[in-house]
């Protein structure tokens, strides 16, 4: 076809009419492009008429049986193997594998013989096996095709070595870091490789140490947080560049005239905003340094000023998705929006820092309503240099595309954008203006905290594998029964009095699962109320000890190397107070704002 092609063509180029050759070759291809296509629609057409004429061959009918699984506390079981078999027959009629939401469905081309089983299996749970009912037989026999919607199936735990197994080495993770043994990644690495080696090599002695494989503990990993985490962390890391943070500390200063007492309540204040907007780890790390020389300048224990603004970040941040890294576990599990959190949480945030406020000017009131020399020109000349900004461009077209950010969270939640996509999107911009070196911005996310949520995530998920989050939610649900009042003051206690000793990271994951059975379980639940009071527990409670929260620990450091430690006595007695205090408004706000009484 080709040789006759050029052959057509070839005279055309010899006398020069390139021009005609051109349009020769254009009208052949035109011809040839609309005589693939009607070969293309008739193909179409006799495939769909040979697959209609297919389905309605005798023996080709579809009949289809379905149903959903639940376990005890109504929750929907993922990963069961759904298999129908026929007496005699090793190989099943038809398998399936139920969903995410609990629900299956079998397919079968001819109705299934009377002596049809439905056995269901899933590890952790009590195999089920179903004779099919003769009802459902004859609805079958009697037609071409049909379907058959078996409804709710309820499938009952089994407590297994593997449970034990599980259990222990969850609460060995959550000791370790309580008590400080390893780095809480190291913890969290450990356990989750502890779990692999009872899965994969206990199992092959006896099956009952089966815990989770690889693949499902992947399903566990919340990757909406993950790269929340992440993108915020780039966008701050430019901010905090140009000095902002000091700056404003420098201001508050300013503004206190040197009236110590007005200054921890100004710093408070700050530190609880930028708390919000970015987040108490990030905020303590850029505030502690100038509010060391503030202290000293003035004369009085640094710790007067830390120890509070420490305080206020871990209450501030509760009032937005961003603000601490439990409210981003929560918002992402419970699809709570950034203006969910600033409506429901802002008001009871403020009057808490105001009653926090007032203990510390009584705890503190030998420091600061002592008399003050003033400050030298010498020191003031060296805080204001130190508090001076770097690089204005810089901050305004950061803090612009940070604005664009925040609106970007509120305009997502009424298209049902998750935040972490705007977040993406804020750092993206930010590296293609400003242009930094990526491989400085890459360094500045903290990928040491990034593996420890991976890893905690598979490690939470594993013991909500086996059940024991199903018992303790079951447990909390005997006690409260259907009263939401009841309910909430549990979880903001009960979570906030843990998060004392416990890491509030760990805890809030592990109680995730909790809350969200019990929302489903109790009237009212689905205002997600108790999601909140999972989030002012578990911040407000990191407040207790100085072990209770990332933010405390990070001070600390801070302080030591600066030469004025934090004790944990020291912090324990100012702080444990609040803790109550702030709960006490918390669940008070709580019980108001959703009429839970």
Same mark, same amino acid.
């Given at each position: ?47 769909? &008429? ?9 023996? &080709? ?283 429901? &949480? ?117 013991? &909500? ?133």
């Amino acid at each position: 076809m080709f040789e006759e092609l050029a052959a057509m063509i070839r005279p055309f180029l010899q006398k020069g009419r390139k021009i005609e050759a051109v349009k020769l070759v254009g009208q052949l291809t035109a011809w040839r492009s609309l005589l693939a296509l009607v070969l293309i629609l008739i193909g179409t057409a006799v495939t769909y &008429q040979t697959s209609q004429a297919a389905q309605t061959e005798p023996g &080709q009918a579809l009949f289809l049986i379905s149903g959903q699984l639940m376990d005890a506390l109504e929750q929907p079981i993922p990963a069961a193997e759904i298999k129908l078999l026929a007496e005699g027959k090793e190989e099943p009629l038809a398998e399936g594998e139920s969903q995410e939401d609990g629900g299956w469905t079998l397919q079968l081309t001819e109705p299934p013989p009377e002596t049809a089983v439905l056995h269901i299996e899933r590890s952790h749970f009590q195999t089920l096996e179903l004779p099919l009912d003769t009802a459902v037989l004859d609805i079958f026999q009697n037609s071409e095709s049909g379907t058959y919607n078996i409804g709710l199936l309820a499938m009952e735990r089994r407590i297994t070595i593997g449970f034990w197994a599980a259990t222990i080495i969850f609460l060995g993770v959550l000791l370790i870091i309580a008590l400080e043994k390893l780095h809480s990644t190291t913890a969290s690495l450990a356990g989750l490789s502890m779990i692999m080696i009872v899965t994969f090599i206990g199992q092959a002695f006896n099956p009952d140490w089966y815990i989770l494989d690889f693949e499902r503990a992947l399903t566990y990993i919340n990757w909406e947080v993950i790269f929340l985490v992440m993108a915020m962390m780039i966008v701050v890391a430019i901010i905090e560049e140009t000095g902002v943070f000091q700056w404003t500390a420098f201001q508050a200063y300013r503004l206190s005239r040197g009236k110590s007492w007005l200054l921890v309540l100004i710093l408070m204040l700050v530190t609880a905003v930028a708390s919000a907007l970015l987040d108490n780890f990030t905020t303590m790390l850029l505030m502690t340094p100038i509010s060391l020389q503030i202290g000293i300048a003035l004369g009085i224990n640094p710790l007067a000023l830390i120890i509070p603004e420490v305080l206020a970040s871990n209450v501030g941040g509760i009032s937005t998705l961003i603000g601490t890294p439990t409210n981003i576990l929560i918002g992402a599990d419970a699809g709570i929006g950034f203006t969910d959190f600033l409506a429901n &949480q802002t008001v009871g945030v403020v009057i808490a820092l105001v009653v926090m406020g007032g203990y510390i000017l009584y705890h503190y009131r030998r420091e600061l309503f002592k008399g003050s020399s003033g400050i030298s020109p010498v020191l003031y000349a060296r805080l204001e240099e130190n508090a001076r900004i770097e690089d204005t461009a810089v901050l305004w077209k950061s803090g612009l595309v940070f604005i664009l950010t925040l609106a970007g969270f509120v305009l997502g939640e009424r298209y049902h954008v998750v935040p972490a996509v705007p977040a993406i999107i804020g750092a993206t911009a930010l590296l293609i203006w400003l242009k930094p070196d990526i491989h400085h911005m890459i360094k500045a996310v903290d990928w040491t905290t990034l593996v420890f949520f991976m890893a905690l995530f598979m490690v939470v998920g594993a013991v &909500q594998e086996v059940g024991l989050i199903s018992i303790i939610a079951q447990a909390i649900s005997s006690i409260v029964g259907q009263s939401m009042p009841l309910a909430v003051f549990i979880i903001v206690f009960g979570v906030g009095t843990l998060s004392v000793a416990i890491a509030n990271i760990p805890l809030a994951a592990s109680m995730l699962p909790v809350v969200e059975l019990l929302s489903g379980s109790i009237p009212g639940g689905s205002s997600k109320v108790l999601y909140y009071a999972l989030s002012m527990g578990a911040a407000m409670g990191g407040n207790g000890f100085l072990v209770g929260g990332e933010a405390n620990l990070v001070t600390a450091g801070i302080t030591a190397q600066a030469g004025s430690p934090i004790s944990f006595k020291e912090f324990m007695k100012v702080g444990l107070p609040v803790t109550y205090l702030t709960l006490l408004v918390g669940y008070i706000w709580l019980a108001i704002r959703f009429a839970i009484f």
